[in-house]
């Protein structure tokens, strides 16, 4: 049991009420608080620059929307979870900006992919975007989120040797949940792929980066399985592009696990792959900062 609260966001779309409900299952699952947030984004070219009423009009509507949004997604948590200690925070300022700020110190900021209408769900998908890559704690994206169990959490290693922050949260997950667990090691080259199996010869594993990958996610999830022995955990490496591969095992996970870096910001492939899961996962994804 954490006393971390869960921060859930919501500007009262279909989508955020999703988030928000499936934050509220995830508080219960942790014994968390769960606290949930709206920020009022004001766009500078919404209102006529000269027309202070107008501008005051559409303040307020934005701040009468956020604070109505706040009162939904805390009705629909206390449906999901009644006994569940719920908290509502308005926020002030850029919304993609206020709400990864909001996530400071959480357990988890959950997010969904999307908002209500097209313009509004540009936003929120920039909200998520944003978060995935600034936050300073682990987040979610819900998409598609359903309430069947799968009872398997996914964890996609880029990295055998640098993922440990990703691994330890699927693995707390996937204990969590009672669940399995499945590492995945996804690449895509120009040369033919070879048949991953365990027990390559050393030298093999030289001239193959691949066999090389196998071999070291096999011993990485050796020390994990000593720590979780309630876990069943299982590896796969893929030939393929790591964003659809990850994206495409996400409809049988109950949650799909992928690691951030600090320095993914500026490495293109990194952040590609985590943007591709997120706009093409069909269920939660978390993103986990590095140590």
Known sequence: MTTRPIVAATDGSRESIQAVEWAAREAMLHGSPLRIVSAADILPRMAPPTQAVHIEAVADAMLNNRDRALASAAKAASDIAPDLLIDTDPLDGPAAIAVTHAGAGAHLLVVGSRGAGAFSAMLLGSVSRYAAVHAACPVVVVREETMAAHRQVIVGIRDPRDCAAAVEFA????????????????????????????????????????????????????????????VPASQDAVHGHPGRVLAGLSARADLVVLGKHHRDGRVPGPARIVHAVLSHAHGPVAIVPSD
């Open 171 to 230: 693995f707390g997950e996937a204990a969590r949940r009672k669940a399995s667990l499945l590492a995945v090691h996804a690449w895509q080259s120009t040369r033919a792929p070879i048949e991953p199996y365990l027990g390559i010869p050393a030298a093999w594993a030289d001239k193959f980066p691949e066999a090389r990958a196998v071999m070291e996610l096999e011993e990485l999830l050796g020390d994990w399985r000593e720590k979780y022995p309630e």
